[in-house]
Every structure is written in C-alpha cells, then in structure tokens.
C-alpha cells in the first residue's frame, strides 16, 4: 500500500499522498535535494524507459513488462524474491 501513494509531480520531484511516506521521502532519504543528482537520474532512467518502450510491439508488452520486473528480482540467502504473473 505505501508504493500506491508514491508518485512523480510534473516538476521531477518524488512525492507521496500519505503524510508519514512523503516525510520519509522528502525529509528522511532527502529524494528531492536539488544538491543531489538523483532527480536528474530519475529522469534519465524514465526517459530511457520511455524510449525502450516504444521500440515494443503492443503484443510483446506483457512479456516485456515481465522481463523488466525480473531485472528487479534480488536473491536474500537462499530464497529469491519473485514476481507474481498477473494475466490481462
């Protein structure tokens, strides 16, 4: 639930509904310093992730999607978090 309130604002900045995520988001992890350069690579990863979706047949969307998501899979000792197929 706290990943459905995070979202993008049209100025690159991260942003939450949920006060107490925001907060952390804002203040704790400091996501939004203009110091810092992770709103510039946020940018950079979704502009690339843009492009790299428009190069993908609408029919190969689901398994693409899939295949990105694995990218995002992180082993922890011996078990391996895994992704839940959903069909549409």
Request: aromatic share 6%; glycine share 4%.
């Amino acid at each position: 639930e706290t990943l459905q309130t995070i979202f993008y604002r049209v100025d690159e900045e991260i942003d939450a509904k949920d006060p107490d995520v925001q907060f952390d988001l804002v203040k704790t992890l400091n996501l939004n310093s203009s110091s810092a350069t992770l709103r510039e690579e946020r940018k950079a990863a979704l502009d690339a992730l843009i492009a790299d979706l428009g190069t993908v047949e609408l029919e190969d969307l689901h398994s693409y999607c899939i295949d990105r998501l694995g990218a995002f899979t992180l082993p922890l000792g011996n078990a391996i978090i895994a992704h839940e197929t959903h069909t549409v």
